[in-house]
């Protein structure tokens, strides 16, 4: 099961307003957006804003 969460407290303010993906059968999270000081690549964020 797929279930989308956004973040709204977070330790590093770039991950603040982030959406998220937990796939439950597999055991990952996949970002889909974030703030442009994050580091996308090594989160697997698809998408950044500024």
Do not use: P, Y
């Not at 973040?7 to 059968?25: G, P, Q, R, V, Y």
């Not at 957006?33 to 698809?46: E, H, I, L, Q, T």
């Amino acid at each position: 099961m797929i279930t989308g969460i956004q973040i709204t407290k977070a330790a590093n303010d770039d991950l603040l307003n982030s959406f998220w993906l937990l796939d439950s059968e597999k055991g990952e999270a996949r970002c889909i957006v974030a703030k442009a000081g994050f580091d996308r690549r090594r989160s697997g964020c698809s998408k950044q804003t500024g």
